[in-house]
């Protein structure tokens, strides 16, 4: 959770989920983006097509729904 400081600074301290997640959001709009731009799917590319870009599509959708989630807690003053 956020914490402001007396300042008025806000810290936010991150757990190695919220890292994992943002991390898994930004790899899922390069490859989104890349697939609308240049129909490329660089996911696929990495991994290799088969079976396994379903669960893949499911851990990047899920951590671009927790990044969301995350994105608009506020701070309270």
Do not use: K, Q
């Amino acid at each position: 959770m956020p914490t402001v400081t007396s300042n008025g600074t806000v810290v936010v301290r991150r757990n190695p989920v919220d890292w994992i997640t943002g991390a898994l959001a930004v790899i899922g709009a390069i490859n989104w983006g890349l697939v609308g731009l240049a129909h490329f799917d660089l996911v696929a590319a990495i991994f290799g097509a088969g079976s396994a870009r379903r669960t893949d599509r499911l851990y990047l959708g899920g951590s671009g729904w927790s990044v969301l989630a995350h994105s608009s807690i506020c701070p309270e003053p």
